[in-house]
């Protein structure tokens, strides 16, 4: 079974909600410290990044500056982390979070070399505010990141288990793809990834596996090569 050295695990903020939508489920938050436990007892290093939308969508605020939207948001993301951090740290794990502003006593400046060397102790490294600028999703900062760290792959856990065509929530005929390329998601402007992730990691040769968090060890699953979702290729 193929099994990757490094990867990026992409948490949406929703999914960790589950069905109370904002805040965390723990049981959900605990099913996944389970599952990356098992990744790094196969000694594969995890860095992980969570998005903020169970707190915060700043794009959706009409009245407020969408830099100080952002910044927020951002802070949103810190949060998540420093809960399933916790989490995680609960169930045996080692973990530190990173960012690239600094949060005196709550988290340590990204640096590439610090954060690889974590990584290789077998510390699960959270990855959190964003790119540190506005108008940057965490979708790109997961693509950056990435790109940075040299993962083999960037795993991206959400409420959906793979790539359609259309959206299967709406379109019950909806296909989903086995692989896709970037280019194909551009150009059917599949969104999968806000453009500038997709651009980001066409042209850093950056895999993506997609795939469902509901899934019963869906991530031990593709984190180790047993793919049940869907793998949007460079080509």
Not at 44 to 67: H, K, L, M, P, Y
Not at 91 to 107: H, N, V
Not at 116 to 137: D, E, I, K, N, R
């Amino acid at each position: 079974m193929k099994k990757y050295k490094r990867i990026l695990l992409k948490l949406s903020g929703e999914a960790l909600a589950a069905e109370k939508k904002t805040g965390f489920d723990e049981p959900t938050c605990l099913a996944v410290g389970k599952q990356v436990k098992q990744l790094i007892e196969e000694k594969i290093e995890v860095a992980v990044v969570i998005g903020g939308g169970n707190f915060w969508r700043g794009r959706s605020s009409e009245t407020i500056d969408r830099v100080k939207a952002d910044q927020i948001g951002m802070l949103a993301t810190v949060m998540n982390c420093i809960y399933v951090s916790e989490i995680f740290r609960s169930l045996g794990m080692k973990t530190e979070i990173y960012t690239p502003f600094a949060c005196t006593g709550m988290t340590e400046l990204f640096s590439k070399d610090k954060v690889v060397h974590a990584m290789t102790t077998g510390t699960v490294v959270f990855l959190a505010g964003g790119t540190g600028h506005p108008y940057f999703s965490t979708d790109t900062a997961t693509a950056l990141r990435a790109t940075e760290l040299e993962t083999d792959i960037i795993l991206m856990a959400r409420a959906v288990d793979g790539v359609y065509d259309s959206d299967p929530k709406v379109n019950p005929d909806a296909r989903k793809f086995d692989t896709i390329s970037f280019e194909e998601v551009l150009n059917r402007k599949l969104e999968i990834l806000d453009r500038t992730a997709t651009v980001m990691c066409m042209e850093n040769k950056m895999p993506l596996l997609l795939f469902s968090l509901n899934e019963e060890n869906s991530i031990v699953k593709n984190g180790s090569g047993q793919i049940t979702g869907t793998v949007v290729t460079i080509v």
